[in-house]
């Protein structure tokens, strides 16, 4: 078995304005003369999340403990940005139907063609990727589902990628194969927690000093040079 291991977010889809935007859509359908924007968010959404500790193993307990967990990140994101108490608190607790609103998601367009070519190859896929507990719910809405063999997400498992479990966790579903290779947009996440169990990894999409990016049309010549 050939196997390539994905990850999701900046890979094969994205969401418009991140976890920022989010909060910022939310503002903007309650209070639009606040004017706040993504950018006002984003220094107060630097921390809180699982996968800023990678290291330390979460607990699965399910979706509303999860979001639960956020409440406080989000509130005092908006508490920060100047917004009154008691508004900061009902709007957090919006912020979970608005991520998840498939409308904000799109899949990049050369996903789903380069995953074909390389089934087509003889590439077996599975997805990795740190996520909200719905996120097979948003993998069916973009239509990128079938390909995959397994979906292994941080918040079923309580590994964040780049814990070497998360990676691990993958082999242990589909079992040890022949090749493998990581593919993924973060330098930390993707490529070190590869590299961290000895598998060779492609950066895709961003552009950074020292990692060379690539487009995902890019991977399949990339594949046969490993």
């Known amino acids: 078995m050939k196997l390539l291991v994905w990850d999701f977010d900046g890979t094969l889809a994205f969401r418009s304005g991140l976890w920022s935007g989010t909060l ?8 639009p003369d606040l004017g706040l924007e993504a950018a006002h968010f984003r220094p107060f959404l630097s921390t809180g999340f699982r996968w800023h500790a990678p290291e330390r193993i979460h607990p699965a307990r399910g979706a509303a403990a999860w979001w639960a967990e956020l409440h406080p990140v989000f509130e005092r994101a908006y508490r920060e940005t100047g917004v009154n108490p008691a508004d900061a608190r009902a709007w957090a607790a919006e912020v979970r139907a608005e991520y998840l ?35 097979g719910a948003l993998l069916d809405g973009l239509g990128l589902r079938s390909p995959f063999t397994v979906v292994v997400n941080s918040a079923d498992t309580g590994f964040e990628k780049p814990h070497p479990e998360a990676f691990r966790e993958v082999l242990r579903r589909v ?9 993924g947009d973060s330098p930390d996440a993707d490529m ?33 040079r490993l």
């Open 24 to 31: 910022a859509a939310v503002a903007a359908r309650h209070r």
């Open 101 to 135: 609103n498939l409308e904000s998601w799109a899949a990049f367009p050369d996903a789903a063609p380069v995953l074909q070519q390389l089934s087509d190859a003889g590439w077996t896929h599975a997805l990795l990727t740190n996520h909200v507990p719905e996120f």
């Open 175 to 183: 079992g040890v194969p022949e090749r493998v290779c990581m593919i």
């Open 192 to 224: 070190r927690g590869a590299q961290g169990v000895g598998w060779p990894a492609v950066l895709v999409h961003r552009e950074l000093a020292g990692c060379p990016a690539r487009q995902l049309t890019d991977v399949p010549g990339f594949l046969e």
